[in-house]
């Protein structure tokens, strides 16, 4: 058996076919179901008499859709970036000797600024690996 990574190409593209499904198809569908359904603000008390804890609890649940349907847009954007990586990763391995301590490395570098990118797809004020 050589030394390094084995690595199956055709399972680490059917993990970016995946990803890229998930992101163009399940996080964007999810993000616009979400916008069109709340396009019109939250309805939450508007039949009863408003009331400091009705008026508190709109404002809360607002916040928590428009959290909801950021994180939304913001996993997409990872899904895409992890998925190109596992193209590239993919892509890598088929076409070298990747057992090299170099193409090791190279690999490393692939994932570790994916991840940097979908951290901060995630979350923009992040600094440091999360993932």
Request: hydrophobic share 45%; charged share 20%; no cysteine.
């Amino acid at each position: 058996m050589p030394d390094g990574v084995q690595i199956d190409t055709d399972g680490v593209g059917d993990v970016a076919h995946g990803m890229r499904g998930q992101a163009n198809g399940g996080f964007a569908e999810a993000a616009q179901r979400g916008t069109a359904l709340h396009r019109h603000g939250v309805e939450f008390g508007a039949r009863i008499t408003p009331s400091s804890v009705v008026t508190e609890a709109k404002t809360r649940y607002a916040q928590a859709l428009e959290n909801t349907e950021a994180n939304l847009r913001a996993y997409r954007l990872a899904a895409g970036v992890l998925a190109e990586a596992a193209d590239e990763i993919a892509r890598m391995f088929a076409s070298s000797d990747m057992s090299s301590a170099a193409a090791q490395r190279k690999i490393q570098d692939v994932i570790a600024g994916a991840v940097r990118m979908a951290n901060v797809a995630i979350d923009p004020t992040t600094r440091g690996p999360l993932l």
